[in-house]
């Protein structure tokens, strides 16, 4: 089983003028990225997340702000992670359940291997931790 982990990609540039972080599909990013999308706007006091996925496997960054993952596979085990620089992110295989807290005016920006689908969500934790794979 994979776990969850943090994902760094170069940062390129200096404080001077600025950085910049490339994410590129199969050479630094461990899948083909299939969609991208981000969040903001997230009041801080609403958890977010409560799921996991089937087949989906994600890299997750904080644009801007603090975000806090707390992760559970299917043995139990429960990680915590904090998501504070650009370029450092958060690797997120399938099977792992999620619970997301942001910070005010946090910008999450999501690297996925797949497309949206509906079935491929475990919504519903007890379903989750009883899942046989």
């Known amino acids: 089983m994979i776990n969850p982990d943090y994902f760094n990609l170069d940062k390129i540039g200096n404080s001077s003028l600025g950085f910049i972080t490339v994410a590129e599909s199969l050479k630094n990013v461990p899948f083909e990225i299939k969609r991208v999308y981000w969040t903001y706007y997230t009041p801080q006091d609403v958890m977010r997340g409560g799921h996991a996925h ?14 806090e993952f707390t992760t559970i596979d299917l043995q139990g085990n429960k990680k915590t992670f904090i998501l504070d620089s650009p370029s450092q992110g958060l690797f997120l295989p399938k099977l792992i359940w999620r619970d997301i807290k942001f910070s005010h005016n946090a910008v999450l920006l999501c690297l996925a291997s797949e497309h949206y689908e509906e079935d491929d969500y475990f919504r519903d934790f007890e379903e989750f931790k009883n899942f046989q794979q």
């Not at 089937?54 to 975000?67: D, P």
Request: net charge positive; proline share 0%.
């Open 54 to 67: 089937k087949k989906l496997q994600q890299i997750i960054f904080a644009v801007s702000g603090t975000i």
